[in-house]
């Protein structure tokens, strides 16, 4: 249930777009919300998108409009459509899948894939 594998980063100049995927070994539809966060040098992780069980989204607002979080619960998997990207969304991407129980949560993470936009 809780490994989660990220995939699709890589290099891009400003404006163009990436796919990021995230395979989890169990079924996604167990995990309470599956979110991709990211991570700038010396900084906290940040949510950038989140997709609950349910199907409902939330965006962080730069992602707003430029990226879009979708799953394929056939697949187990998760996305990341990033379309315009700017030098600024330089970062290591992360997959997250949470669980809650009785009031508690856990997260599970992906090991990190790099976003690098170049100007």
């Known amino acids: 249930q809780g490994q989660l594998v990220e995939s699709g980063g890589g290099s891009v100049q400003a404006g163009g777009s990436l796919r990021l995927s995230c395979a989890a070994s169990?079924?996604?539809?167990?995990?309470?919300?599956m979110a991709w966060y990211r991570q700038f040098p010396e900084a906290e992780r940040e949510l950038v998108a989140a997709?609950?069980?349910?199907?409902?989204?939330n965006y962080r607002h730069s992602a707003s409009g430029r990226f879009t979080i979708s799953r394929d619960t056939a697949k187990n998997t998760i996305y990341l459509q990033m379309n315009n990207l700017r030098p600024e969304d330089t970062a290591i991407y992360y997959c997250?899948?949470?669980?809650?129980?009785?009031?508690?949560?856990?997260?599970?993470w992906g090991q990190g894939t790099q976003v690098t936009v170049s100007s």
């Open positions: 169990g079924s996604i539809l167990s995990m309470t919300s």
């Open positions: 997709i609950a069980r349910t199907g409902k989204t």
């Open positions: 997250n899948g949470r669980t809650s129980q009785s009031g508690s949560f856990s997260d599970y």
